[in-house]
């Protein structure tokens, strides 16, 4: 059995933590940062199947975050998250599938419990 990884990234290190202990639960290795320059680094060493990142953080926005992962040819799964407008969430979404990134899912906080391990399952 292939081990699952997962990249968070969230400037709230308590979603993180409760994001990475579902993953884990579930037999991902996960890593989590906080900062845009930690995620970029961890993405290019972790190598990760799943990214989550939140779209609404003081350094960088989502979006910033989506084209990175497009300029480097990401094919991991990919969860937007954010506890702010929904059309925000739909934006970065379908920015992140025009930019040719072929599975973004968008999930508003707080995260529902059942939800996250459903999409964390589907892996």
């Known amino acids: 059995m292939t081990t699952h990884r997962l990249l968070v990234v969230d400037d709230e290190p ?29 993405y290019t060493d972790f190598t990760p199947d799943v990214v989550i990142l939140d779209v609404v953080m003081p350094e960088v926005d989502g979006i910033e975050l989506v084209q990175f992962l497009a300029d480097n040819g990401c094919a991991a799964r990919i969860l937007v998250i954010s506890g702010y407008a929904q059309r925000y969430l739909h934006n970065t979404k379908t920015l992140g599938e025009a930019l040719g990134l072929t599975s973004v899912t968008a999930m508003a906080k707080p995260i529902e419990l059942p939800r996250l391990e459903a999409f964390l399952a589907a892996a």
């Open 14 to 42: 308590d979603i993180g933590r409760f994001i990475a202990q579902v993953a884990e639960d579930l037999g991902y290795e996960t890593r989590v940062t906080t900062t845009p320059d930690a995620f970029k680094r961890s």
